[in-house]
Each structure stands twice: as C-alpha cells, then as structure tokens.
C-alpha cells in the first residue's frame, strides 16, 4: 500500500515522516515521493505543524536513493500524472522547500544519491556518527538536475561540491560536518533525543518569525535560474546520458554488485 511507504506521526507542533521501506534502505521511488509531496502540503494547508522531522526507517539508512530500475523511465515511472505531480522527485523535493517552517533530517545510516538530496533539501541535517553520505551519478551514468547541483552548491559550496559530484565517493559523517554538508554529528544512541530538542526548541518560538526567516531565505535564492537556451542544453544533456549504453552498463553493475566498464556512449 502506498500509505505504508511514509509513516505520519504528529506530536504536538511536530511531525514526522519516516520513509518505511527497511527491505531496500529506504530507498525512493515516485509513490514515496508523490506520498510525501502530499503529505508536506496537507501539513501546509492545516497549519498546525511548525516542524517537520523526516527520516528512514530503522538505523540502517536514511534513503539509499532513487530506485536504481526506476532511472530513466520518464516522468518519474508514473506518465499518467499531470501537473506539479508529473515528475516525483521534483515534486518531492519542491514540497520540502515550500514548507513554511523548518524540515529537519534526522540521518542514520546511509544517505546517498537522492536520498542525500532529500536531506540537503532539508533546512537542517541532523547525523549519527557512523553515517555516510555521498552523491553518487557518476557511479550510474547520469547527469544530474541543475536545481539538485544547486542545492549542493549552496550548502556546501563550489569545491566540495565538484568532490562530491566528480569522485562519487561516500564520506564518513565528521567529515561531511567539515564540508557543512551536515549541521550537527551525534552518536547513534543519541540522536534521536538531539533531533527532537531541537524540533521542540524551534516549535516554541514564535512561527511568524520562523517562517518568514524560512521565506526570505528562499526568495534571496530564488534568483538563481538559468536562461532558457542554458536549460534547453542541460536537459539534452541530461537526456543523452538517459539513453546511453553508460547508463545501462551502470545499472547493470549495481545490480550485480561490480565495478562499471564505461565507454562514454
């Protein structure tokens, strides 16, 4: 069922929402990301909640990232959808930074590829010790979206993002707290507890002020687009590695556990 794929939990002014899908490290697919998209946006509309933690189930991993078999299936693998759910992840994603109060990662674990996304799409990352975390489309063959390379630029900068993105590697969490990539470094026993004082010391405060920080910060962004011929190339770009052998070969070797023989076509 896909109501089963997110959790909903709310206490008070908070609220959880943990990706429940312990068989495959929490990985996404488009009904987490469609369920998570309208769950965020309920919340927006009820205007009760003032924080909203998001997490995987279990220890084990935040999210994985994005279903390696979905890849490239357009639209997110659900062409029937139309409008601002017609791609998931954007949709997903989208939701997150439309929040009108904070998002907190709560990160066990494994955050990788999309996953890692989601929690950089967050306002603020929370890790346990013996986290990893790592932006891996050069391991697939994919080129990634420029909003998603964007975040990545923002929060972490020009350098370390070009690591991250060009070496793919997975890096421990006291050194992703070096880059900025996460706020906060706690051991696994406690960060749970960390993550809600956290939660419960920003629901006190007075939510106007919250969430017009959260506004301003968005809008100051917010200039930050591309022409309209520099996208048009960068989704060809996009689209070329979609219908490369590359992308195959990549998810081929995932699957099988091995290490990719790329050709550059």
């Known amino acids: 069922m896909i109501e089963e794929l997110l959790l909903v939990q709310k206490e008070g002014n908070i609220c959880t929402l943990t990706i429940n899908r312990p068989e495959r490290r929490n990985s996404l697919n488009p009904e987490i990301l469609l369920k998570l998209g309208d769950t965020l946006n309920a919340l ?84 346990a010790d013996n986290a990893h975390l790592g932006i891996t489309p050069a391991k697939l063959g994919v080129v990634y979206s ?17 690591e991250l993105f060009y070496t793919g590697r997975l890096i421990e969490a006291q050194r992703a707290r070096e880059k900025g990539l996460v706020d906060y470094v706690f051991p696994a026993v406690e960060l749970e507890s ?36 520099d996208e048009a190339e960068l989704r060809e770009l996009q689209a070329r590695a979609m219908r490369s052998e590359d ?13 990719p023989n790329f050709v550059g076509r």
Not at 95 to 120: C, D, N
Not at 200 to 210: H, K, W
């Open 247 to 259: 992308l195959r070969e990549g998810q081929r070797a995932f699957m099988e556990k091995r290490k």
């Open 44 to 127: 927006k509309e009820e205007g009760e909640v003032r924080v909203v933690v998001i997490r995987g189930v279990g220890e084990q991993a935040f999210s994985s990232g994005y279903d390696i078999g979905r890849i490239g299936t357009g639209g997110g693998g659900v062409p029937e959808e139309t409008g601002p759910r017609r791609n998931p992840l954007e949709y997903g994603m989208s939701s997150v930074l439309a929040y009108p109060y904070p998002v907190i990662a709560m990160i066990y674990g494994y955050a990788v590829g999309a996953g890692l996304e989601l929690a950089v799409t967050c306002d603020l990352r929370l890790a």
């Open 146 to 162: 420029p909003s998603g390379i964007q975040k990545f630029l923002n929060l972490v900068g020009i350098a370390h993002t070009k």
């Open 194 to 229: 960390a993550t809600y004082e956290l939660a419960r010391e920003i629901a006190e405060n007075a939510p106007l002020s919250i969430s017009g920080a959260k506004s301003t910060v968005s809008k100051l962004l917010s200039y930050q687009t591309l022409c309209p011929e």
